[in-house]
């Protein structure tokens, strides 16, 4: 019998395993198994684990918000970049599994957006980073909070009024789930934390422990 060429032996291993993934930041390099992108585009992240400083809850973060995080995210958020927010939960997950503080989370609860800007956008950024974070991390999602007040963009506005711009801007369904139990709120950045207060505020009035959990933070510096 003759030997099978090697050709045939490559085209039925992608035909039962099929090809590497091509990278979801870059879509040209393939990915390793066991990361969630080319080892170039996680690199180029300045990721560390931070407790964020100055929070009534406790808050983590991978980055500061500066350089490529920065352009990551905006890409993630104006650009369709679904992908890239699934990429970046995915770095998440896998710094939140390491990390002590967090041993113990129920679930993870994506901050939301106020339906019509939701539809706009086509998706939820955060609802994406907790996607991406479970597939690595092993609390379930839990779309228990929703946006009942449309509030202005926050970027424009100075901390008083960013905390009164979202006061009232959430509500819990099933408030009673959160109830003694560890859950991490997920967005992609803290600033002045007004929009996390609030939102952490209400799970805790409702007897739940809120921790935060971010890809960058401007309260964070290299
Ligand atoms: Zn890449």
Known sequence: M???PWHWLSYLEAFFLG???PCPVCQQRSVATGWPGCASC???LPLAWHSIPGMRYP???ISPYTGRTKEMIAD???HGGVELARFLGNVLGIAAQQSPELVGTRALIPLPLHPE???VRGFNQSRLLADGIHEWWKPPVWDVMIRVKPTASQSELDRRQRRSNVRGAFALQKGNVVRGRNVILVDDILTTGSTFLEAASLVAAFGGRPKGLFVASGRIHR
Request: aromatic share 12%.
């Open 76 to 78: 993630s958020k104006y």
């Open 117 to 119: 800007r939701e539809l």
């Open 59 to 61: 808050c983590f973060c």
């Open 2 to 4: 003759n030997p099978v």
């Open 42 to 44: 996680v690199e180029a």
């Open 19 to 21: 090809q590497p993934d």
